[in-house]
T-cell receptor, first 109, second 115 residues
Framework: GIQVEQSPPDLILQEGANSTLRCNFSDSVNNLQWFHQNPWGQLINLFYIPSGTKQNGRLSATTVATERYSLLYISSSQTTDSGVYFCAVARSNDYKLSFGAGTTVTVRA | EAGVAQSPRYKIIEKRQSVAFWCNPISGHATLYWYQQILGQGPKLLIQFQNNGVVDDSQLPKDRFSAERLKGVDSTLKIQPAKLEDSAVYLC?????????????FGAGTRLSVL
């Protein structure tokens, strides 16, 4: 199956700091989603971004499909940004989302 | 718009017992997924339904796991008998189409502990 690698595995930030999370994938995809899993386990959709750049408030994401990676940017981090961030992808001829292992973000006040 | 509903939120059982989880997808979503998330890992797909038919259950341990989606709306996932390694969060997701471009929306999950 398609391999998804996320880095770094863990990230500790001071409130107000900026950060970049990376997702590398091993095959062509036409579905890429970023999720935030909050401390209660809920997976929240952040972006559907198989290519291009999107922004939503303090979060933005860029996917370079030809080079098989995506980046999630968090600016001016807040304690509520803490949690695990997952990247998930699906191939062009498939429907299954394959998830990375996630990046655990801890934002300290 | 209501999200994906799951129940119960938590379940503790002993090994060899049986357990069932329920999921109600977003209204109008034809495709429903069950994922298993073991602590420290990303979710892994167990089964996908398109309306009331199974599209893919290749990762479902069929000797102990079963799932159904009667009438193409609600779904139940059952484990019988449970093993210690089944301790995980079981997530239900839905999407409006079954194509690879679909956006999947997740429920809050059911956290299962097998003792």
């Amino acid at each position: 199956g398609i391999q998804v690698e996320q880095s770094p595995p863990d990230l500790i930030l001071q409130e107000g700091a900026n950060s970049t999370l990376r997702c590398n994938f091993s095959d062509s995809v036409n579905n890429l989603q970023w999720f935030h899993q909050n401390p209660w386990g809920q997976l929240i959709n952040l972006f559907y971004i198989p290519s291009g750049t999107k922004q939503n408030g303090r979060l933005s994401a860029t996917t370079v499909a030809t080079e098989r990676y995506s980046l999630l940017y968090i600016s001016s981090s807040q304690t509520t940004d803490s949690g695990v961030y997952f990247c998930a992808v699906a191939r062009s001829n498939d429907y299954k989302l394959s998830f990375g292992a996630g990046t655990t973000v801890t934002v300290r006040a | 718009e209501a999200g994906v509903a799951q129940s119960p939120r938590y379940k503790i059982i002993e090994k060899r017992q049986s357990v069932a989880f329920w999921c109600n997808p977003i209204s109008g979503h034809a495709t429903l997924y069950w994922y298993q998330q073991i602590l420290g890992q990303g979710p892994k797909l167990l089964i996908q339904f398109q309306n009331n038919g199974v599209v893919d259950d290749s990762q479902l341990p069929k000797d102990r796991f079963s799932a159904e989606r009667l009438k193409g709306v609600d779904s139940t996932l059952k484990i019988q008998p449970a093993k210690l390694e089944d301790s995980a969060v079981y997530l239900c997701a839905s999407s409006s189409t079954g194509s690879a471009k679909n956006i999947q929306y997740f429920g809050a999950g059911t956290r299962l502990s097998v003792l």
